[in-house]
């Protein structure tokens, strides 16, 4: 029971965590943080899509959120290395970012859906959900959901951290719509489980743009 409780107090300080840096390093292009616990400190990896605005002018940006994780999250020692994303589309934040911009910017839901889930397992992914919340159509039309999914994507277990997770929030002008992406990365391996080759895509997503 102490280890379980340990377990989901971890979680709830990354999410903290996660949230705060998401929305200091914005311009940074922030995806998603690792973090590894030693005897000697806490090592944080911020993954982005442009380094230099979270290293700063001299390293200033960068020692100014190690102070902060320290002081509001009560992080001991934390130590921030910045790793850059190497594929924007196989990152579930960047992605999911991506699907609230173009909906605010009054993309079809379906058409677009289609077309970044295909782009995403064109990419490599070996699972991808997609789940789509809220008014996806003319102000008139109930809220609704769409899901899509690909491949493999664990629900339960401690394998669901096996598959990155980000959840975002789009504001068109019809009303708000929740968005969650979640990306198995090629190569995952999942204990006791063989993945023995890809599943085919439905012909309405294999024909998507």
Known sequence: MVVERKFISDSIVKDEITKYLA???SRAGFSRIDIQKTPMLTRITVHVTNPGKVIGRGGETI????TSLKEKFD?????IN???VQNPMLEPRLVAKYIANALERGARARSLLHGVL???VDNGAMGVEIIATGKLAAKSAQARSMKLMYGYIPKAGYVVKLANEA???????????GITVRIVQPGTIFPGREIKKAV????SIEGAS
């Open 200 to 203: 085919a895509l439905p012909k």
């Open 118 to 120: 295909k782009e995403i």
């Open 23 to 25: 929305q200091k390093l």
């Open 75 to 79: 992080v001991e020692e934390p130590q």
């Open 82 to 84: 910045v790793a850059e």
């Open 63 to 66: 020692k100014q959120l190690t």
């Open 167 to 177: 959840h975002v929030a789009s504001y068109p002008k019809y009303g708000a719509i």
